[in-house]
């Protein structure tokens, strides 16, 4: 598949945009799947945990493969924790505490392979070495990882964080409306699993925020565009979240989203729609890079984006019945995928 660039290539710096990439699947335990990224773009082994491990200078910098669970892994707090008493007898407690913790973890880690993903997070990339990066998919498929399909069980993703190309809230504002006009497009081209659509982590907008920011009054500044957000998408859980982008822009932010453990403050979209879909061969990051690159051209070209707009706004406003029997059409077609699904 021939990879698509998008029509703004440089982030605000000049320099080319990178794209984080994130993939969840199953059949391949962390280490094995280290030593296959080890393999690939070399780099050094570095054995955090027994279901954490880092691939270290690489090409591109740092790959972290674990286990998707905290349970599989040391708690850093009790980790950092020091003896209540600085005595020879307190710190021998407090050692065989963090023996204790260490291998309690570990048999976790062991029971749940398996049953709960492996992740990879792959350091950013530039996005014109998309290309090279999808070796990886190939020989997670050889090796006999399992992706979204492969089970009922299986609501595994692939993430991608594209590098923002600038931070005015004209741009943002674009990027958002485009993503709102084409969700249900890139939904239906991706056929998302049923499972994932159960599943809270990549829930779809709301009617109500698309509504609102679809509209052409809206004009925020950006603490307002954050701000609603935020009251109309208080949850990490969305198909496009925003959460490690405004983090980013407003560190001083008080809401405690912004200031969770889990969310991570960086210059990217967080964009968490796609499956894996490891069993489909020639699938990779590529293609899914290429379905977010339809969102970035639509933002980019602000008369078509205004008129989408516009068109949106108009079809909400046509008879309930006829947009509800379109939605039953379409809630049909999905349960048919499901059950033609291999158990």
């Not at 000049?14 to 070399?42: C, K, N, Q, S, Y």
């Not at 051209?297 to 406003?317: P, T, V």
Request: charge should be negative.
């Amino acid at each position: 598949m021939t990879l698509q660039a998008p029509p703004n290539r440089l982030n605000s710096h000049g320099d080319t945009r990178h794209v984080g990439v994130e993939i969840e699947f199953a059949g391949l335990p962390p280490r094995d799947t280290a030593l296959l990224v080890r393999e690939l773009f070399g780099g050094e082994l570095n054995v955090v945990s027994p279901h954490r491990l880092l691939v270290e200078d690489t090409r591109w910098g740092e790959f972290g493969i674990e286990l998707d669970t905290q349970y599989a892994h040391p708690d850093k707090t009790l980790l950092e924790d020091s003896p209540i008493e600085d005595s020879e007898w307190a710190r021998h407690q407090h050692q065989r505490r963090v023996e204790f913790h260490h291998k309690t973890r570990e048999l976790i880690g062991d029971m749940v392979t398996g049953l709960v993903p492996t992740e990879i997070v792959c350091p950013p990339i530039p996005w014109d070495e998309l290309d090279d990066l999808d070796a990886l998919f190939e020989a997670l498929r050889e090796h006999g990882a399992k992706g979204t399909d492969a089970s009922l069980l299986y609501g595994f993703g692939l993430h991608l964080n594209p590098e923002v190309e600038r931070f005015d809230v004209d741009y943002l504002l674009a990027m958002l409306r485009a993503y709102l006009l084409l969700a249900g497009w890139l939904r239906e081209d991706i056929k998302v699993d049923i499972t994932r659509e159960v599943l809270p982590h990549a829930n779809p907008f709301n009617k109500e925020y698309a509504l609102k920011v679809l509209d052409s009054r809206y004009a925020p500044d950006l603490d307002t565009l954050i701000n609603d957000y935020l009251h109309y998408n208080p949850t990490r859980n969305r198909e496009l979240d925003m959460l490690p982008l405004f983090a980013y822009l407003r560190p001083d932010h008080d809401h405690e989203l912004l200031h969770a453990q889990l969310t991570q403050p960086r210059p990217t979209f967080h964009y968490r729609l796609p499956n894996a879909q490891l069993s489909q061969p020639g699938w990779g990051s590529v293609t899914e890079w290429n379905r977010w690159v339809e969102v970035e051209k639509l933002a980019a070209n602000s008369d078509a984006l205004l008129a989408r707009c516009a068109e949106y706004i108009a079809d909400h406003n046509r008879p309930m019945l006829i947009r509800l029997k379109e939605k039953l059409t379409g809630s049909t077609a999905k349960l048919g995928r499901w059950l033609r699904r291999k158990p």
